[in-house]
């Protein structure tokens, strides 16, 4: 599977390093859109990506329309708790960009209402307000490879079998 992982804006370093280290142990490229609200030096992204970051396919976008410029005929799935439709009613497909906004706000509602089909959320109690960024990516990440039967990952290290 072709899997992209794509934050919007990104804040908090701790949430992007986890999350680099996910795309790393999947297989994903992830895409950071500017402005960060770290640098790609921060101590804190660094012990949070461990060793991984280093492995990582990682693409730094001057905005997002340069995103789109590089990626203009990808089909992109925004997370949102605005959305109506669950991340669970969609086809993913053998490529797949997952979309997620900054932890304070969330994806702009501009780019949200070019693509309202597209909008999905992660079901949760009413009184919640929002998953933990990397949370989020890691459930929306994890039922795309599921729908292609984990393609191309190993279900066991042959290391670490009981």
Same mark, same amino acid.
């Given at each position: ?57 990682? /693409?730094?976008?001057?905005?997002? =329309? ?5 990626? @203009?005929?990808?089909? #992109?799935?925004?997370? !949102? ?13 053998? /490529?797949?960009?997952?979309?997620? =906004? ?5 994806? @702009?509602?501009?780019? #949200?209402?070019?693509? !309202? ?46």
């Amino acid at each position: 599977m072709n899997l992209h992982i794509v934050l919007h804006e990104p804040e908090i370093p701790q949430n992007t390093g986890s999350i680099g280290r996910t795309c790393m142990a999947i297989g994903a490229h992830l895409h950071l859109i500017r402005p960060l609200g770290f640098s790609l030096k921060d101590p804190y992204l660094k012990r949070a990506g461990l060793d991984y970051w280093n492995n990582l396919e990682l /693409s730094v976008h001057e905005g997002w =329309g340069r995103f789109r410029d590089a990626w @203009p005929e990808e089909r #992109l799935w925004f997370f !949102t708790t605005k959305a109506q439709k669950s991340y669970d009613e969609v086809v993913f497909g053998d /490529s797949a960009f997952l979309v997620f =906004g900054k932890e304070s706000r969330g994806i @702009p509602n501009h780019l #949200l209402r070019e693509k !309202t089909q597209q909008c999905l959320r992660i079901p949760m109690a009413a009184r919640a307000r929002s998953l933990n960024l990397s949370v989020s990516v890691g459930i929306a990440a994890y039922e795309a490879l599921r729908q292609r039967r984990f393609d191309g990952l190993s279900a066991t290290d042959p290391e670490k079998r009981l």
